[in-house]
């Protein structure tokens, strides 16, 4: 069955940066559109940004432009979300999501903590 698991997160201070991860599995990896989102606590579930089975990117969210960079090795079956210079309200649980033609699915979510 289809899996995606989220990996990377945990606690940076503002300035800092992580990288997360999101492994594929269950279906051919290189031939879908990726996405990240994500969720702070109170909001509701935004998104961050996708790319293309060929590498073509966009980045949903202003705050996110130019900090922000969306990868994908479709060697290794994995996604990635390069995140710099994060800030305080970058805190959330970061979610990959693949959509298919009917259906769907989600990672289990990876918690970002950004506090000094």
């Known amino acids: 069955q289809v899996q995606l698991v989220e990996s990377g997160g945990g606690l940076v201070q503002p300035g800092g940066s992580l990288r997360l991860s999101c492994v594929a599995s269950?279906?051919?990896?290189s031939g879908w559109e990726m996405r990240w989102y994500r969720q702070a606590p109170g909001k509701e579930r935004e998104?961050?940004?996708?790319?293309?089975?060929?590498?073509?990117?966009?980045t949903f969210l202003d705050s996110a432009k130019g900090r922000f960079t969306i990868s994908r090795d479709n060697a290794k079956n994995t996604l990635y979300l390069q995140m710099n210079s994060l800030k305080p309200e970058d805190t959330a649980v970061y979610y990959c999501?693949?959509?298919?033609?009917?259906?769907?699915?989600w990672g289990q979510g990876i918690q970002v903590t950004v506090s000094s």
């Open positions: 998104a961050v940004a996708l790319i293309t089975p060929a590498g073509g990117t966009s």
């Open positions: 999501y693949v959509r298919f033609r009917t259906s769907s699915a």
């Open positions: 269950g279906f051919t990896f």
